[in-house]
């Protein structure tokens, strides 16, 4: 019987279409599972599109668009990146998906209910992450670090709050023991600084008024609809069958690896463990957490809006290139500074010049060898 291999990439937001930024995780994360297919095991990659986030609406809303009509073509348009990038993925999973991922979030949140409750809370919430801030947690100008120069909403509100404090010190022993483990060591070390500063619970859901009526609704609850993070994290299950098809769940989870971003590392590292701990299921076993993509110094980002877009590189130059600069010009952990200069001399100096020229002088001495 053949070893299995489950491995996710990050979910996308899909407020706006993908930048150079998304190529680089997908590339990483589909060489790591053509590894593993050489090694012969069963292996299924799976992502999708993080439907159900604010930024979504908004985006939407400012496009003048119907919100499904918007998202179905953006998601469209991340499902046709990974095609001319030549990555497969086995499962391309939907945030917006009633019949597979709408129940199983709901799955989740019930057998989490033990550590759920409802409370008034008042805060500043970054729209670019989908989270709520402390004050102490941004910078002097009152701004996510992740988002320099986007406003945060104040938001106050009745929501449902779960009880993250609750898995403080068993999040710490995981992690340390590398039950959960975290590559590279300064990412694991990092998010043990994070636990170790002391966790506060967590909104898990926003208002119908908030959420536009868009999202999963909270179960027993018409008025609410699940927070973001509870619910993208869980495509990396409901992609698999959790919720609506056990036996294929049980097969494939727990995930081998989940492939991220280092800016969404505390929503993988400590909260999606948290849900899982309280649900009663097993966790991931790795997080491999890469570097951004940088534009002088400055992270990639549709919410900032300094991106490249992958698709003019692609048409012109295929998608070899493009991947060959993701893993040997990029490192796998830290940020690389992308520009089209750079990508461009890679390709001629490294490729179009240096295999260029092996490939002719072999088919010189090719051609030598059969002149005799």
Not at 152 to 165: I, P, R, T
């Amino acid at each position: 019987m053949k070893n299995k291999f489950y491995l996710t990439c990050a979910i996308p937001y899909v407020n706006s279409p993908p930048h150079v930024g998304h190529v680089l995780g997908f590339v990483q994360g589909d060489t790591i599972a053509r590894y593993h297919r050489l090694l012969g095991e069963d292996v299924l990659a799976l992502s999708g599109g993080d439907e159900n986030a604010l930024k979504n609406v908004q985006a939407a809303e400012k496009a003048g668009e119907p919100i499904k009509e918007f998202i179905d073509r953006n998601t469209q348009l991340f499902f046709d990146l990974t095609k001319k990038l030549n990555v497969q993925f086995d499962v391309w999973q939907k945030g917006s998906d009633q019949k597979t991922h709408f129940p199983s979030s709901q799955k989740l949140w019930k057998l989490c209910e033990k550590d759920i409750y409802t409370k008034k809370y008042s805060g500043l919430y970054c729209v670019g992450c989908e989270t709520f801030y402390e004050k102490e947690e941004l910078n002097e100008k009152g701004e996510c670090f992740e988002h320099p120069g986007k406003k945060l909403d104040e938001v106050e509100e009745e929501n449902y709050f779960f009880k993250l404090s609750r898995y403080q010190d068993q999040l710490i022993k995981l992690i340390e023991s590398s039950e959960l483990e975290i590559v590279p060591e300064e990412r694991k070390n990092e998010v043990l600084s994070f636990l170790k500063g002391g966790l506060q619970d967590i909104s898990i859901s926003r208002s119908n008024e908030r959420a536009k009526n868009w999202g999963v609704p909270v179960p027993g609850d018409d008025k609410q609809r699940i927070y973001v993070w509870f619910d993208a994290l869980n495509i990396y299950q409901s992609g698999i069958g959790f919720g609506w098809d056990e036996e294929k769940y049980k097969k494939w989870w727990p995930a081998d690896v989940h492939v991220i971003g280092k800016g969404i590392i505390r929503f993988h590292a400590v909260y999606w463990p948290a849900f899982l701990l309280s649900a009663g299921l097993r966790l991931p076993k790795k997080l491999f957490v890469h570097g951004y993509y940088t534009v002088n110094g400055q992270k990639m980002s549709k919410t900032i809006g300094n991106v490249y877009d992958p698709i003019p590189l692609l048409e012109k130059y295929g998608a070899d290139p493009l991947r060959y600069y993701c893993l040997a010009k990029t490192s796998p952990f830290t940020d690389g500074d992308f520009s089209e200069e750079k990508f461009i001399e890679a390709y001629n100096s490294n490729l179009a010049n240096g295999l260029g020229n092996l490939v002719a002088r072999v088919a010189k001495l090719c051609e030598r060898e059969l002149d005799f």
